[in-house]
């Protein structure tokens, strides 16, 4: 069985079974996972963005520090990167009720017209040290025993389960897990 295969037996299993939200607000820290990610930092800025009453996952950014005057997600940020004309980032997400974690390589660019910047997937990082935090992060969550799982392959709709409250088109393996 593959590690797609098993995320989706997971989901399925755990829709049977019940919710998670109140045990993970009551129960869980959200920085829990800190300690093994924080590891040579230099040159990135660590945004931790875990919030249970919103998602069943910790989130987190990992962003090339370019030295922004303004905090991150301000408007002032917004225009310094605009006017840099991106800005590099990781994009982890530990599932806090299953084994599994999707790691991402992304940028916010300056958009062709608007005032919001927009987000790309990225093969790789133009920024080295992203490059080498990026497999790190990788090698310390599967030495944790977390299994990497790809979201584009979990993005299929679980079968026979209800889904009260949901639209269908919202509901996939991987905003079950992550989400």
Do not use: H
């Amino acid at each position: 069985m593959n590690n797609t295969e098993r995320a989706i037996n997971f989901v399925n299993r755990s829709l049977k079974e019940g919710d998670y939200g109140y045990v993970l607000r009551k129960y869980v820290k959200g920085n829990q996972w800190n300690s093994y990610l924080l590891n040579g930092m230099e040159g990135i800025v660590f945004k931790p963005m875990t919030s249970f009453e919103y998602t069943r996952c910790f989130s987190y950014y990992f962003i090339e520090d370019i030295q922004l005057e303004n905090s991150f997600f301000s408007d002032g940020a917004t225009r310094e990167i605009m006017e840099r004309g991106y800005i590099e980032f990781i994009n982890l997400q530990i599932s806090a009720i299953s084994p599994f974690f999707i790691i991402e390589k992304a940028q916010y660019q300056k958009p062709k017209e608007g005032i919001t910047l927009d987000i790309i997937d990225l093969t790789e990082f133009k920024n080295k040290k992203l490059e080498k935090k990026y497999t790190e992060l990788i090698e310390v969550l599967a030495e944790q025993k977390l299994i990497l799982v790809d979201r584009e392959e979990l993005k299929k709709v679980p079968l026979n389960i209800p889904l009260e409250d949901y639209e269908p088109e919202e509901v996939n393996y991987a905003s079950y897990l992550f989400e």
